[in-house]
């Protein structure tokens, strides 16, 4: 189907986003590196920031993919069903790989119950939602998909309604609530997200970036937003240094999610990577970056057992090695085909929508209407 909405010069259209891959990466090892104990955290010190620059990557992408589908007459169950295609095949096989590295703990009297029940929960993506602990306890990240679940189910029904006077004011009440649950909190890693105690945080968290990252998206695709010439590779070190700063006062927290990571996702949709093995790098940061996300943290879970909480960066560059080349490997012999054969088996089940193949005869969509208007 063509693009419904005019494509000016120098703007992303029919592409992928090269540079919003590499920050993804980016973000993915800040995520993993996190999670290998108390002294790490004291060095990646805001590496819990990565996953709200994921939730606002992920509103620039998803606009960008399905808003239009979506306003031309798509169905809600429609665009779900795509995201689960998306989300499914790895989360299940972190799940898998959470159980497995539980059950090894467990057979080795390190602290794991009821593995077999909190697997099958796993498998059926059901959080624990009222439990002492992670909402997934197999696999703690996990409880990000759960939020991005929530905020893409959101979005699929609210799209055709979503101009940008409404698109605003939710964005204006979300930050608003953000700050005030981290005045309350204390700081906004207090907010949360992982566990049953604070799993509304999380939703809180993605529904301020995802509907941000929409928005840009709109600024972009109607030539709004700035267009400074800056490097790609400049942007991806100002966000993975921004993980790395120790500065421990929640207004950094929320000058970063409000301010710097929506400036650099502006600056990152003006300035693509230049050359052949440049984009090459960006995409294979974007390739690993989702698997790398759900297969690490079982195993850092093995080797802070292994270790007794004392990784040095000797075995932690190693974990990172091991951890990318498995995302790796997840994301080429099981994400890729495995989606491609949920692809072909969804267009043989399901026929074209007639509202979208009537969409196809105008030049001109609802969204790029709304996106141009200054409301």
């Known amino acids: 189907m063509p693009r419904l909405w005019p494509a000016e010069a120098g703007l992303i259209t029919d592409r992928r986003f090269h540079s919003l891959e590499g920050l993804r990466g980016l973000a993915a090892i800040a995520v993993a590196l996190t999670h290998l104990g108390l002294s790490w955290r004291h060095i990646v010190c805001h590496g819990y920031l990565a996953v709200d620059l994921f939730f606002l990557i992920s509103g620039v992408v998803l606009g960008h993919a399905y808003e239009e589908r979506l306003v031309a007459g798509w169905r809600p169950m429609q665009f779900l069903a795509a995201r689960v295609r998306r989300l499914a ?19 080795y009297g390190v602290g794991q ?58 964005l204006g009440a979300a930050f608003f609530a953000l700050c005030v649950a981290t005045f309350f909190a204390g700081s906004f890693a207090a907010v949360g997200g992982a566990e049953a105690t604070d799993w509304p945080g999380g939703i809180l968290r993605a529904a301020f970036s995802f509907p941000l990252g929409l928005l840009l998206h709109r600024w972009h695709i109607a030539g709004r937003l700035p267009r400074p010439k800056v490097s790609a590779w400049l942007v991806a070190a100002i966000v993975f240094g921004s993980f790395f700063v120790p500065v421990e006062t929640p207004l950094y927290d929320l000058a970063l999610v409000g301010l710097l990571y929506p400036g650099l996702i502006v600056v990152a949709l003006a300035n693509e990577p230049r050359g052949e093995l440049p984009v090459r790098l960006f995409n294979l940061a974007g390739l690993i970056s989702y698997p790398l996300y759900v297969l690490h943290w079982p195993l850092a879970q093995l080797l802070r057992a292994a270790t007794a909480d004392s990784i040095g960066l000797s075995a932690g560059l190693g974990f990172l090695a091991l951890a990318v080349l498995l995302a790796y490997l997840a994301a080429r012999f099981w994400d890729t085909p495995v989606r491609a054969w949920l692809r072909r088996h969804s267009r043989r089940a399901t026929p074209p929508s007639a509202a979208l193949t009537k969409s196809e005869e105008n030049p001109v969509s609802a969204l790029a209407e709304r996106a141009s208007s200054p409301l």
């Open 89 to 107: 095949p790895l989360y299940l096989l972190g799940a898998l790989w959470g159980g497995a590295c539980a059950f090894i703990l467990a057979w």
């Open 113 to 170: 119950s009821h593995v077999g029940l909190k697997l099958l929960l796993a498998l059926s993506f059901a959080p624990l939602l009222f439990s002492a602990g992670p909402i997934y306890p197999l696999n703690a990240p996990s409880w990000s998909l759960f939020d991005e679940f929530v905020i893409n189910a959101v979005f699929g029904f609210v799209a055709p309604m979503l101009n940008a006077r409404r698109l605003k004011i939710a």
